[in-house]
């Protein structure tokens, strides 16, 4: 236990400012979530192994002597890819299928991932370097690395690029019709097929960035893409589906809650209690609900 | 019970007196077994018959393994100082000492997990589906990573369960443990089979079909609900402690709550065999153990890429398991009259 932060104002200032930095990067994760998940009606636990391999293709990068924020732009491509690949190989056939089959499935690709990766590049935690340096404010009190600044930067940059095409294009408007009634849309001459490939392409795309972004800002290793997928699924059941402000806001919180669970608590509690708080919230809503007779559907 | 059953039931159980002296090497392993039918045919209840499908019956495994190896080392010695020294072993259990603490330690490791259950199951179990199933991974995993942050159980080193005293013979610790997990699986199959005769398994079937329409029909469905969730939770707790002892040592995410193993292992053996029914968690966990122990010894190292693609496999070309697929085929065996006439006619249809 330590409570410093609460002696010192500059540390909630730090906390807040890494926090709502890190919140973006979440935010942009769980947007990928509450896309498949509206449209395709799938939970998808391999999310965070989708992510820290976005992060290791960055890393590569970084390893050949290429920039790895270049790794923005090349790990978003190959995921696509990936993406559509996993789709074609799984996804699909656990589409029209009851929620906790898709569950189920994407554990193993989950475990798949873990595995693979672990063998292709090893269970050492990884970092790479950007060379950004750090911004110092309130008198030095505050350390902001550039990177993360950087990360928060293309975060919202991709997340707003991604609203505009949903909202403009042909293929945006197809998968926002199939996320209301993916019945009518095919009668009315959408190809759902093709469109939930692509979804499931962009999500994975979406998860690329998050991945690269990370490598650059923070650390990753095979093993730590469960507390992603965890994050992504609480963000989501906070804001609700569809609802991106929320989305935002709800991983700005999450990442201040973090950082002063890691403050308070120490570090090895950080990922139990975001766990933990993923339980809490089930709870509370729950309760709420049960209130009017209802449940969590 | 019928005379092919009482033939079948005595046939198993002189195997399984047998065992442990027919195939000396296999003990452990047929240990391991022992444990994992326990484990999937507990899960089955809540999963299979009631439609609860947890991630979380790891919280209550982990949790017997810890109390029964904390009660074992509490009762003689401090618990403190005995992990901290680690491997090391500065204190020996008699053998009246260990035997003495593994009964109680059994007794606690499966009576707290059944009231942590009892305890926490009127908040967990009033959310449905897939927000249960993924609320139930959240407890198991965030048990292992605060386990993992708790000094007096050892924290990241592990724990060292008490070692097995010098009895004379080099044999007695593997047939100690084989003979414990197989009467502790016997004690499953009987309490499981006597539930499944009841109403009380009606009940459970009635949630999983429809719950509001249950509930509607006057059935109190939370606390039937809890009351399944407690019998799983009570064997787990009961499998946990055993396996603490058989492997010897604890570690908080790779051994205990190893929600992405053997957390996923129950689910995956009792929809190999068949979720819903008696035999079919029994007939998934020993396939699956030897699928396992085969890949872990010929393809070591790519065991857990095996282990992704057959979980893929399974759940998506197999989920009604062995027995489902049994009782499409021979629906006479299972006591469903075939009129032959409409049979024939669906076989054309499909």
């Known amino acids: ?297 | 019970m019928n005379k092919n059953n009482l033939i079948l039931y005595s046939g198993i159980l002189i195997f399984g007196l047998a065992a442990p002296f027919l195939f000396p090497a296999f003990k452990v392993q047929l240990s391991i077994l022992c444990v994992l039918i326990v484990l999937a045919t507990t899960w089955n209840i809540q999963g299979g018959e009631m439609g609860y499908n947890s991630f979380g019956n790891i919280l209550f495994y982990g949790l017997g393994m810890y109390l029964c190896a904390s009660v074992q080392v509490g009762m003689f010695f401090p618990l403190a100082e005995w992990t901290e020294s680690g491997g090391e072993k500065t204190f020996v259990h008699t053998p009246a000492q260990f035997f003495q603490g593994m009964a109680v330690g059994l007794v606690v490791a499966a009576i707290v997990p059944t009231i942590i259950a009892g305890l926490i199951g009127y908040s967990i179990l009033g959310l449905r589906g897939h927000y249960f199933a993924i609320c139930t991974l959240g407890l198991g995993v965030a048990a292992g990573e605060i386990s993992g942050g708790i000094e007096i159980i050892g924290a990241g080193q592990g724990f060292t369960t008490p070692p097995f005293p010098d009895v004379g013979s080099l044999e007695a610790r593997g047939e100690f443990f084989y003979f414990l997990s197989f009467f502790t699986l016997i004690l499953t199959f009987i309490a499981v089979r006597s539930i499944y005769s009841t109403r009380f398994k009606l009940i459970l079937n009635a949630i999983r079909d429809n719950e509001d329409k249950a509930e509607a029909m006057g059935i109190e469905t939370m606390k039937y609900k809890i009351i399944g969730w407690m019998i799983s939770a009570f064997f787990c707790g009961l499998a946990g402690g055993i396996m603490g002892g058989l492997v010897g040592y604890i570690d908080s995410t790779d051994v205990a709550f190893d929600g992405r193993e053997m957390g996923v292992f129950m689910v995956l053996m009792a929809i190999l065999g068949g979720k819903g029914t008696l035999w079919g968690p029994i007939i998934g966990a020993t396939i699956f153990h030897i699928f396992k122990e085969g890949f872990w010894t010929f393809f070591l190292g790519w065991q857990y890429v095996a282990l992704g693609v057959l979980i893929v496999v399974i759940v998506i070309y197999f989920p009604e398991g062995i027995m489902g697929w049994l009782r499409e085929k021979y629906p006479e065996r299972f006591g469903e009259v075939v009129d032959e006439k409409d049979h024939k006619a669906q076989v054309e249809l499909k």
């Open chain 1, 1 to 297: 236990m330590d409570f410093m932060v609460f002696q010192y104002p500059m540390i909630t200032v730090q906390a807040c400012l890494d926090g709502i930095l890190l919140g973006i990067l979440f935010a942009l994760i769980a947007y990928g979530m509450a896309l498949q998940w509206g449209v395709m009606n799938i939970i998808n636990i391999a999310q965070g192994d989708l992510v820290i391999l976005g992060g290791y293709i960055a890393y590569f990068m970084y390893l050949y002597g290429i920039h790895p924020a270049w790794g923005v732009i090349v790990a978003p491509v190959i995921m696509y890819f990936l993406g559509v690949l996993i789709y074609k190989l799984v996804i699909n056939k656990v589409v029209d299928r009851d929620l906790f089959i898709s569950i189920l499935a994407t554990f193993g690709i989950s475990i798949l991932f873990m595995q693979l990766m672990n063998f292709a590049f090893g269970a050492d935690v990884v970092l790479a370097n950007s060379d950004y340096g750090t911004t110092m404010l309130f008198n030095n009190n505050v350390v902001l690395p550039n990177s993360k600044l950087f990360s928060a930067f293309i975060s919202i940059l991709f997340a707003i690029c991604l609203v505009i095409y949903m909202k403009k294009s042909k293929l945006g408007r197809a998968i926002r019709a199939t996320a209301q009634n993916a019945r009518a849309a095919k009668i009315l001459g959408v190809d759902t097929e093709k469109v939930y490939a692509a979804t499931f392409g962009i999500n994975a795309a979406l998860c690329g960035v998050a991945g690269a972004l990370i490598s650059i800002t923070f650390t990753i290793h095979p093993y730590m893409g469960l507390p992603y997928t965890i994050r992504s699924f609480m963000i989501v059941i906070v804001a609700g589906l569809g609802n991106l402000p929320g989305v935002a806001m709800s991983g700005m919180g999450l990442g201040v809650f973090e950082e002063f669970a890691d403050y308070i608590l120490g570090t090895e509690f950080r990922i139990g209690s975001v766990f933990l708080l993923l339980v809490l919230i089930l709870v509370y809503r729950r309760f709420k609900l049960s209130r009017k007779r209802e449940y969590l559907k």
